[in-house]
T-cell receptor, first 118, second 113 residues
Framework: AQTVTQSQPEMSVQEAETVTLSCTYD???????LFWYKQPPSRQMILVIR??????QNATENRFSVNFQKAAKSFSLKISDSQLGDAAMYFC???????????????FGQGTILTVHP | ETGVTQTPRHLVMGMTNKKSLKCEQH?????MYWYKQSAKKPLELMFV???????ENNSVPSRFSPECPNSSHLFLHLHTLQPEDSALYLC????????????FGPGTRLTVT
């Protein structure tokens, strides 16, 4: 079964600085997606960024970028120019794409709480 | 907002009560999901519905009973819950089952006393 591990329960960053959130995963599949979701306090969880495993190029969405290391099964999220609105719980998630019983299911990590200091 | 609404946002119930959680999606999606989010644990998938038909029950105790009358509405009926069932219950939807992207509701914070 696939597992996703976020080893940082909490992180903090100064406004305008850069922070990196870590995520590792374990899978025997070669075709999958990885996601970072953001869950602000008392608000809906939204998708921040996604990465297809077959793509070597790291995904980027404005101030958010990932460092995808397929061989190392690592998928970190970098937030540049941090803003107060970035404060939230961040979840890393894995989605298998290769058929079988795990196809399409999202497996989440435990989450990392990000605090942004003004 | 993501187009997925949940009511109530907060619920406190005793172990002998019966209550229901409601989820509605305004996105025209065909698949809906219930997740449980407990403190310091990963989100746990509970149920999956595709075109109103349940396609997945992730070994959820029978005190949780889902209902999907149509593709836009999803309910979770609660009966004789335990304190360890206290959690945030999230609803999500996607265009197709196991779709490329799931859209989440704000959740219902449930406390069982």
């Amino acid at each position: 079964a696939q597992t996703v591990t976020q080893s940082q329960p909490e992180m903090s960053v100064q406004e305008a600085e850069t922070v990196t959130l870590s995520c590792t995963y374990d899978t025997s599949e070669s075709d999958y997606y990885l996601f970072w979701y953001k869950q602000p306090p008392s608000r809906q969880m939204i998708l921040v960024i996604r990465q297809e495993a077959y793509k070597q190029q790291n995904a980027t969405e404005n101030r958010f970028s990932v460092n995808f290391q397929k061989a190392a099964k690592s998928f970190s999220l970098k937030i540049s120019d941090s803003q107060l609105g970035d404060a939230a719980m961040y979840f890393c998630a894995y989605r298998g794409n290769a058929g079988g019983t795990s196809y399409g299911k999202l497996t989440f990590g435990q989450g990392t709480i990000l605090t942004v200091h003004p | 907002e993501t187009g997925v609404t949940q009511t109530p946002r907060h619920l406190v119930m005793g172990m002998t009560n019966k209550k229901s959680l409601k989820c509605e999606q305004h996105l025209g999606h065909n698949a809906m999901y219930w997740y449980k989010q407990s403190a310091k644990k990963p989100l746990e998938l509970m149920f999956v519905y595709n075109f109103k038909e349940q396609t997945e029950n992730n070994s959820v105790p029978s005190r949780f009973s889902p209902e999907c009358p149509n593709s836009s509405h999803l309910f979770l009926h609660l009966h004789t819950l335990q304190p360890e069932d206290s959690a945030l219950y999230l609803c999500a939807s996607s265009q197709e089952v196991w779709g490329y992207e799931q859209y989440f509701g704000p959740g219902t914070r449930l406390t069982v006393t």
